[in-house]
Structure formats: C-alpha cells, structure tokens
C-alpha cells in the first residue's frame, strides 16, 4: 500500500489545493520546507502528497543519516517517468471540470486489451497522475486482485 508520494511542480500551493479538492481533503505547508505543501486526503490510509517546488531533488544521507534536505537542482526537462495512480471520491464529471478550469490535459483512456480504464491528468501539463474514480475503479481492482495477476502472468510464462 502506498501511503504517499512526493512530486515536484511548478506552482506547489496551487497544485495542492487542487488535489485537495479532487481527494475531498485538505492542503497544508510542508512544515520544515519552504515552499513546499502537503495534501491530506484525511482517509483511513493517510494518504498524503507532498508537493514541492519543481527542481527540488533529495539526495542520501551519510551512513546512517535520514535523506537529506531537499536541493534545487536543474531539470534537464519539466517530464518524468514518475506517476501515481490514486483512487479519489469524486466523479469523472467533476475531473473533467476541475482539469478544464485549470487548463489541464485530462483524458479518460483505455489500458491495454480491456484491462481497465484511468483518467489521465496532467498536473500543470507536465505531471501524470492517474485517477480512479468511483465510476471505474472497481475494473481496476479486479484486474489487479492478486491471483487474477497470477493467472494472467502464468499464462504469459513460456
């Protein structure tokens, strides 16, 4: 179970804010990070999603050292491979209104050979993350509900 993720954006207040209202949660400063904010879905999970300013990077820490302070870095380019898919309480209809009052690429797509369906939005254009609304997250789980995984896995197994 993945209970949260960090992601660097252009504009972290904004973007958590808006995440906020997509997970029916709150957004909050990032204390000990400057710049930085936090959104709480306030779910029994504690999911959270740190957002922080875009070219910040952690780096290791030494020995038996925590990783360390954040560190501005410059991006080669505003994409990454990095993504999340988050189930959310509201509904494609309120996605698709929120993603185009904020100008953001949001499209609902069709993974694989009938797998399962996501809403692809594009946070700032530039961050993926995949939302699982009401309406279709049940297909989704049942595709990754472990023994049917197996099963599949076993069948592509030579």
């Not at 898919?85 to 100008?103: Q, T, W």
């Not at 699982?132 to 592509?156: G, H, N, S, T, W």
Request: net charge negative; proline share 8%.
């Amino acid at each position: 179970m993945i209970h949260h993720i960090s992601i660097s954006v252009q504009h972290p207040l904004h973007v958590s804010q808006v995440l906020a209202e997509i997970l029916q949660g709150k957004s909050f400063p990032f204390p000990g990070h400057p710049g930085s904010y936090v959104t709480l879905a306030l779910d029994s999970e504690g999911t959270m999603i740190e957002l922080h300013p875009h070219g910040t990077a952690l780096f290791p820490g030494s020995t038996t050292d925590a990783a360390g302070q954040l560190q501005p870095y410059l991006a080669a380019t505003p994409y990454s491979a990095n993504h999340t898919a988050i189930s959310v309480p509201v509904s494609l209809d309120l996605i698709r209104e929120i993603a185009d009052r904020e100008g953001w690429r949001m499209v609902l797509c069709h993974r694989g050979d009938d797998y399962f369906d996501v809403i692809e939005l594009w946070l700032e254009n530039q961050l993926l993350i995949e939302l699982l609304p009401p309406e279709i997250v049940d297909k989704y789980l049942a595709f990754m509900e472990p023994q049917a995984l197996l099963a599949r896995a076993r069948a592509m197994t030579p």
